[in-house]
């Protein structure tokens, strides 16, 4: 009778020290890990190659200064004016529509046909790759529209671009609203559009904004559709309004790390430290403003 | 005493299939019950909430112990302990001893993954594995152990028998195991659990989700395994503790407050909160 | 004494504000619509496009050049209109990059969703984002600069533009994709299956890969699509290091040009609107785009069908 129950303990430890059934388990995390470490660690090799390639030009006088034939004197003052005016544009365009999209297919419209449509079309615009908008751009803008190889056609391509990522979004936060609070402002009598513009969009304004922030900061990267809506390579002047030619900082590295010549290719890299930083602020930005505008809201 | 806590044991073999099936009268035959488990001032931790506070409970060998009590008032954690299911969780923490015969479960030199397979669990919602046929469910718990089975058809005839299953299911044996009803379902989770023929069964509340007929199948069933198992189940059903249960432990805001013969639980409480309970003043 | 008197003199007569309300919640309505429709209108303006320019295109080449054909060379004075070879170019950059971030995706996201810990994965999922919102120009940079003179040591023979280091970068590119959609897949199988493996007395290692991975094998697929489709679109790695040389080869080594890099060369050439070589880049864009599309309605199908849970 001792040994009997002396065997059942047995059969409780004996594996533990064995290799049979912790050890593939420890294997399997160790190979895991290494995983998800072996992309991050190339993140970090990609951001260290392009500070230390870029690190002789990065001065002042490269923010501000013109392109030119010589890499040692050019600046990329067109190009982040560019930037700047294109996707200040395209927020101004994709904003409003994406989330009064989102606003009707999260709560005025009932599920049917039509809205299984909509948002079928726009799970897969959002994985059409981004150069046939800039072919439809080219076309429809640029040609059709006799907008030219402007800021605005490049602004509007763009907006419809990130439209789906906003739409997507902006759905996402409206859906954190608790039905009840719609409920509650129903019962005192409010209509639909007044629970929306007073209840359910302030509540879901921290989410909506740092989602709009987050599709917008990507379109800051997009190379391809600009450089098909023609987009200049070589500008040496501020773009002065909405329909004047313009380049921008994704189209100015790719034309000097398409320069045969090293020094070129050092500017792309200066140009590429300046592009991650500038979209590393605008995900700042949007996590900060999550954070403090979910305070304020506070539920 | 000493002698009772010593369970003798059928010879244990590593392959579960093999281990000669252990034909036990109950107790009214066989004189005095074993304990088959016992838990030693048991504490249990959701992050900082102690659900648990210090629970000391024997479980008789083939005996059906019940454990009842208002809702939130630890028996489900209890039960989770007793086969270190609730460390699971993240967050979860346990304290205390349970002993499976002699050897407590918590020692650091336990493994849990033998723990389970030495005691089986069938949970509140049937939770048959939806990629999975009818067969493989019954087979799944020696597959993910890594065992095959040298005659699997009729290990899993002799489950499904035990789970008064089979006749339902005998030609249906490649379909998925979530196309069966909600009864059906948790009679496989049963079988399921059976096929590694543990020697203690954990059920619990295995007819929550389960309409009238179904239950009365499950409650016969278990009433069946308590021949050849040491069942614990979980309930919230009075009337079903009273119908399946040898022994009735009532736990009340993490504690142990009556643990008796069923019987006596229910015709004779000492305490005035069981009383209250079963009376159905309050829970 | 009337009813009416009965109204609050502070609240405006009932009919006025009761016809005021409606106005608004009717004119909200259509504008609200209005922007709803727009990305129909997007998709119907991009079918528009490329279905008028390569009907023109078609009118000059035939379907049989276009398809029976090896050789891309529109823009030399002997044209050949094979796509094929751009085809080619698409294929073996998409298939090094999907060779490279299934198995690295796979394994992240069986990590992050079965095996960290909550306060882990809550660090990492978003630094993978950060990974995939890394513009695209930047990693053309790096398969260029970096990439390729590092493989150029290892791999004898390897061109200074190749599918090679595009394919390998463009797999970090999308290994965000398919690590974040299939983790979410593996995250979304119901605890209760777990724990049913684990009271059989399963290894947490046994119930990943025997419980957990199967349920979510959809979504895993679909993940895997969406990756696929993401590298077939990809535009700036490709055009910046696997060269503009389209042929049919499947040597990693050599210079290839992609469909959407072809696309680049052309808008960035002086090619005059309107002209056949013009339009070859629309008849090109209607490959990219239905390939993409089916890829990403297949994606969409899996995903709805987890959603519903009908697979199981």
Known sequence: MESDSKQSQETLREPQPSLATIGPEKAFVAICRLAVALPLLLLVVLVVDAVVDGWPRLSWGFLTGYPSRNPEIAGILPALAGSAAVIVLTAVMAIPVGVGAAIYLEEYTKPGRLTSLIELNISNLAGVPSIIYGLLGLELFVRAMQMGRSLLAGAATLALLVLPAVI???????????????????????????????????????????????????????????????????????????????????????????????????????????LLVLMLLLNATAIWLRVRLQRRVNW | MEHALKTPRETSSPDPTRRPQTVVRPAEESGTPQVKMRTELLRAWFGPTEVLKGISLPILKNRVTAIIGPSGCGKSTLLRCLNRMHEVVPGARVEGKAYLDEQNIYEASVNPIRVRQRIGMVFQKANPFPTMSIRNNVLAGLRLQGVRPRSPDELVEKALRQAALWDEVKDILDRSGVSLSGGQQQRLCIARALVLEPEVLLMDEPCSALDPIATAKIEDLIYELRNSYTVVIVTHNMQQAARVADFTAFLYLGELIEYDKTDTIFRTPRDPRTEAYITGRFG | MSIHTAIPAHLPARTALHERRRLTERLVGAVLFACAIVSLITTVGIILVLIVETAGFFQEVSLRDFFGDTQWTPLFAKKHFGIWALVAGTALTSAIAVFTAVPLGLLAAAYLSEFAEERVRRVLKPIMEILAGIPTVVYGYFALTFVTPLLQKVVPGLAGFNALSPGLVMGIMIFPTIASLSEDALYAVPTSLREAAYALGATRLATTFRVVIPSAFSGIVAAIILGVSRAVGETMIVTIAAGQQPRFTFDPRVPVETMTAYIVQVSLGDTPTGTLEFRTIFAVGMMLFVFTLALNMVAHRLRQHILKGSLW
């Open chain 1, 168 to 274: 997507m979004t902006s759905r996402e936060a409206l859906r954190t609203v608790p039905y009840s609070l719609r409920e509650a402002c129903y019962a005192l009598g409010a209509d639909r559009w007044q629970t929306i513009w007073r209840v359910v969009l302030p509540m879901s304004l921290p989410g909506i904004l740092t989602g709009i922030i987050l599709s917008v900061a990507r379109a800051i990267g997009e190379t391809a559709p600009l450089i098909m809506i023609g987009a200049l390579t070589y500008v040496a002047f501020l773009p002065d309004s909405l329909m004047s030619p313009f380049t921008a900082l994704p189209i100015q590295i790719f034309n000097w790390v398409s320069r045969p010549q090293k020094g070129f290719h050092t500017n792309a890299a200066a140009g590429i430290v300046v």
